[in-house]
């Protein structure tokens, strides 16, 4: 099993700028990804970033030139920077980790943190 814990979440407004951490613990050995997923009322979760164990990442169209995904592997924590924030950001983000276990990719899931930006 795989403990995700997230912080850093809040109330910003349009433009500013957050970071979110996840930091994962117990069987994080073989932990394949680590990324950040998005869901606003009413629509899909929605990847957002992901970065792999080799160090390469993909980001959400959306995104792409506004948030940088980073990952500090000895503390088995990922970071999510949120730079020129939109209202449209608004959303729950949950921190998900993929863990190899044989030929499967298992996913964990962090509880979620609430990152809303005022207009």
């Known amino acids: 099993q795989v403990q995700l814990v997230e912080s850093g979440g809040g109330l910003v407004q349009a433009g500013g700028s957050l970071r979110l951490s996840c930091a994962a613990s117990?069987?994080?050995?073989?932990?394949?990804?680590m990324g950040w997923y998005r869901q606003a009322p009413g629509k899909q979760r929605e990847l957002v970033a992901r970065?792999?164990?080799?160090?390469?990442?993909n980001y959400a169209d959306s995104v792409k030139g506004r948030f940088t995904i980073s990952r500090d592997n000895a503390k088995n924590t990922v970071y999510l920077q949120m730079n020129s924030l939109k209202p449209e950001d608004t959303a729950v983000y949950y921190c998900?980790?993929?863990?190899?276990?044989?030929?499967?990719?298992?996913?964990?899931w962090g509880q979620g943190t609430q990152v809303t930006v005022s207009s």
């Open positions: 998900n980790v993929g863990r190899l276990s044989g030929l499967h990719v298992i996913d964990y």
């Open positions: 117990g069987s994080t050995f073989g932990i394949a990804f």
């Open positions: 970065i792999f164990s080799g160090g390469s990442t």
